[in-house]
């Protein structure tokens, strides 16, 4: 087994940053919940199309009918994630968002050492302990427990298992797909879904100001084509519960854009960051910092490996065009 790469862990902490502006879009773009997860999904699967139709049909004959349910379920879920997280807002608090995001880690450790055979170890559960509890100061003013929020909270927790579940099916999936053809799934089978759910609920598609279709756009390419697609590109190498620590820093990170911005725009008024904030955010950003230099010098597990092509053979990723060196198997990178 080898050390964890350099670049998934770059692609980790710039997928952070481009995700954490989907907060700050969200409020600008003000497209109701569903339309908005429908267009940023269908959107990005649309942009992806022309580089992702070729490879999904070589990934599809390779797969067999199991992985290709796995696919499904991983699209499926991903886009439920999508329409719970959205829904979620309307029945609790945001600080209640934010809190139990905090349990997304601790699910993505169970699963991985549950169904991916990924190890629990102090590290991980120290940097667990260290973020949980900057999220806990973070949130310590605005937070209180409101039995009527407890059908929006079960959301928040169902949303953060389904992303972890697509997740964990995408690091199977990963090493026998192409990044591009992955994603292009992903996107189209949630974002269908979101579109049904958008029906269903009647949002407005379309009929837009051009303001709000410009923050619709950077909603689509920012934390979706950018931010989303660095995580699912992440997965192949690196444990599920290094990816789901990092999401936490996404609410510091929105609140700090959110309060640099305030005096532009309205919808930010509201912002603030307290002395206990900022400790909290600091503490939080060490524990997800702390989990990724971990990451950086854990060995990887056995997936990537085990996916590989014997010697002489290819792997999804390879480059066509290009000869093998004798005795040596294609890379697999995407």
């Excluded at 600080?95 to 601790?106: R, T």
Aim: charged share 15%.
């Amino acid at each position: 087994m080898r050390p964890v790469k350099t670049l998934p862990l770059v692609a980790t902490v710039i997928g952070v940053f481009a995700v954490s502006m989907a907060a700050p879009y969200i409020l600008l773009s003000e497209v109701q919940p569903y339309a908005l997860a429908a267009w940023r999904l269908l959107s990005v699967a649309l942009i992806l199309s022309p580089f992702a139709l070729a490879p999904l049909l070589t990934d599809l004959a390779r797969l067999g009918a199991g992985e290709r349910i796995k696919l499904l379920a991983s699209g499926l879920t991903y886009g439920a994630h999508f329409a719970f997280f959205a829904l979620a807002f309307g029945y609790t608090s945001k600080e209640s968002v934010v809190v139990l995001i905090g349990a997304q880690p601790l699910m993505a450790m169970a699963i991985g050492r549950v169904f991916l055979g990924e190890a629990i170890t102090r590290s991980m559960l120290g940097a667990t302990a260290l973020s949980l509890l900057g999220l806990g100061l973070f949130v310590w003013n605005d937070y209180s427990f409101d039995p009527g929020h407890l059908w929006g909270d079960a959301m928040v927790l169902i949303c953060g298992l389904l992303i972890v579940i697509s997740y964990a099916i995408g690091r199977r999936l990963r090493p026998r797909m192409k990044l591009t053809s992955y994603l292009f799934s992903l996107y189209l089978l949630g974002g269908l879904g979101c579109l049904a759910a958008a029906l269903v609920a009647g949002n407005a598609l379309w009929g837009f100001h051009w303001v709000n279709w410009y923050y619709l756009g950077c909603a689509i390419i920012i934390p979706t084509l950018i931010g989303h697609s660095m995580f699912h590109y992440v997965v192949k190498y690196v444990p599920v519960f290094y990816v789901n620590l990092a999401i936490l820093a996404e609410p510091v990170i929105a609140i700090i854009v959110m309060l640099l911005f305030r005096e532009r725009f309205e919808v930010f008024r509201a912002s603030e960051l307290t002395g206990l904030q900022a400790l909290g955010g600091a503490l939080l950003l060490a524990g997800v910092a702390m989990g990724l230099g971990v990451a950086r010098k854990a060995k990887g597990d056995g997936y990537e490996q085990d996916h590989k092509p014997a010697a002489g053979g290819r792997g999804p990723d390879a480059d066509p065009q290009q000869p093998e060196r004798a005795g040596k198997p294609a890379a697999s990178e995407s």
